[in-house]
């Protein structure tokens, strides 16, 4: 049962430079979230974004949620070869304490 | 330290064994989860349980059983009936409160193949 959708699907950016990924989903949320994975490790908890905010920050990470559009982005600024890594929009629709993940972005930052 | 950790990090099955993957947690989370991740792809419930001695199946759960004796622990075994096991698999698990205002933690993984 795929909910969210990123986009793109992968992105090679130069290190400086800003990171932009998209999240759509399908049905009403509770909240979403955004999780970053290194290459072989586990998912570890970057933001999350309640239906009811529209912009949520944390460091470099900008967070926005469009409910009209059932759309997210996550910016990463100032980006560092250390973010290299495939990202993930989660989508909690409030049933049973669950969350769906997307496909993710893989994001390669350049030297 | 608090954390999830799995074992083994990789294992290796023959077709027809049934193995068993270790999580455990000690964040005394309430819920915890089995996911499958296969290359390129997003994550995949398997089965996850909100309290001991409950579970439920997600959306893959065929050729896969759990159990939840204890709160800290969530083993996962993958049945001669999976007939695609070979995947990285992850657990996670989350305070109490629902996933409306709560994070999950996930542990390294486990790399399953199949010879």
């Known amino acids: 049962s795929q909910q969210g959708e990123e986009d793109p699907q992968a992105l090679s950016i130069q290190e400086g430079e800003n990171a932009t990924m998209n999240c759509s989903y399908k049905t009403s949320i509770n909240n979403l979230q955004w999780y970053r994975q290194n290459s072989g490790r586990g998912l570890v908890h970057l933001i999350l974004i309640r239906s009811n905010e529209r912009e949520k920050h944390s460091g470099r990470l900008r967070v926005t949620l469009d409910t009209s559009k059932k759309s997210s982005s996550l910016l990463i600024t100032a980006s560092r070869a250390a973010d290299t890594a495939s990202y993930f929009c989660?989508?909690?629709?409030?049933?049973?304490?669950?969350?769906?993940f997307g496909k993710g972005t893989r994001l390669h930052i350049l030297p | 330290d608090g954390g999830i950790t799995q074992s083994p990090k990789y294992l290796f099955r023959k077709e027809g064994q049934n193995v068993t993957l270790s999580c455990e947690q000690n964040?005394?989370?309430?819920?915890m989860y089995w996911y499958r991740q296969d290359p390129g792809q997003g994550l995949r419930l398997i089965y996850y349980?909100?309290?001991?001695?409950?579970?439920q199946k997600g959306d893959i759960a065929e050729g896969y059983s759990v159990s939840r004796e204890k709160k800290e622990s969530f083993p996962l075994t993958v049945t001669s009936a999976q007939k695609n096991p070979t995947a990285f698999y992850l657990c996670?698990?989350?305070?109490?409160?629902?996933?409306?205002?709560?994070?999950?933690?996930f542990g390294p993984g486990t790399r399953l193949t199949v010879l």
């Open positions: 996670a698990s989350m305070t109490s409160g629902g996933s409306s205002y709560n994070e999950q933690f």
């Open positions: 989660a989508t909690d629709l409030n049933r049973d304490d669950k969350i769906i």
């Open positions: 349980s909100q309290i001991v001695n409950d579970f």
């Open positions: 964040l005394n989370h309430d819920a």
